[in-house]
């Protein structure tokens, strides 16, 4: 009988898609709150979850042209091989997912470039053009290999006043609201938001906080600093 170290009660697992999100804060009434929607229930990732705007990078976010890209020092945090374009592309995404989502537009005024593409046109219409170099890099997490739908989502944040329009939302997430940074816990929300949100909240603070690399074993929670070396 030939052996198999292949474990049946355990599913294939699949490559994990690159995706970011944008964590919006701002400050009200002394408190640092954070925009949030809950996925539907019908979502294939986390229903019913709620999540910072974001979603899949997609290949207009190569092609549409920031005013100036991220610091050398947040590319090699990305996990992206040294890919200037790769790291642009993904912060590009969480923008972008944040106006479709959000209805949010950031940046300043500049050319896009050529590239088509719905949502990229709603900015090219307002004649903005998202500088980079103005968004933090809070961490990286990977959906445990349990999971049919996988995700390598990397979170960037912004003020609330640096953003432009009105929040609206395209259904895709329910239930837009300002969350309490220090309440995530009381809404349902995952492990990975409270811990991204806990390095913003450390970094608002004044505190020292590095980007997080949170990465899951079977069954168990890996909390590593993405700044320690591997």
């Keep these: 009988m030939i052996s198999s170290s292949i474990d049946p009660l355990k599913p294939a697992q699949s490559r994990p898609r690159d995706a970011a999100s944008l964590v919006i804060h701002r400050r009200s009434q002394g408190q640092y709150e954070v925009l949030m929607g809950k996925r539907g229930r019908r979502a294939r990732f ?10 899949a990078l997609d290949r207009s976010d190569y092609l549409a042209m920031p005013a100036q ?23 590009m995404a969480a923008i972008r997912e944040c106006y479709e989502e959000c209805g949010l537009l950031f940046g300043e005024s500049g050319n896009l470039g050529t590239v088509s593409h719905p949502s990229w046109e709603a900015f090219r219409k307002e004649g903005l053009v998202p500088n980079l170099r103005d968004l933090e890099f809070l961490g ?10 996988r995700y390598h989502a990397r979170f960037f944040a912004i003020p609330f006043e640096r953003m432009r329009g009105s929040i609206v939302g395209n259904g895709e997430l329910e239930d837009l609201r300002w969350v309490r940074a220090d309440g995530l816990g009381d809404i349902g929300s995952t492990i990975i938001q409270e811990s991204i949100v806990t390095t913003l909240l450390r970094r608002l603070q004044g505190n020292d906080a590095p980007a997080q690399r949170l990465f899951y074993a079977w069954g168990r929670h890996n909390f590593v600093d993405l700044r320690a070396k591997s």
Excluded at 69 to 87: M, W
């Design 46 to 55: 986390k229903p019913g979850v709620y999540v910072f705007p974001g979603g």
């Design 69 to 91: 890209g991220l610091s050398t020092e947040l590319v090699q945090l990305l996990a992206v091989s040294g890919s200037k374009s790769k790291s642009n592309a993904l912060a």
């Design 140 to 149: 990286r997490a990977i959906t445990p290999t349990y999971h049919a739908v």
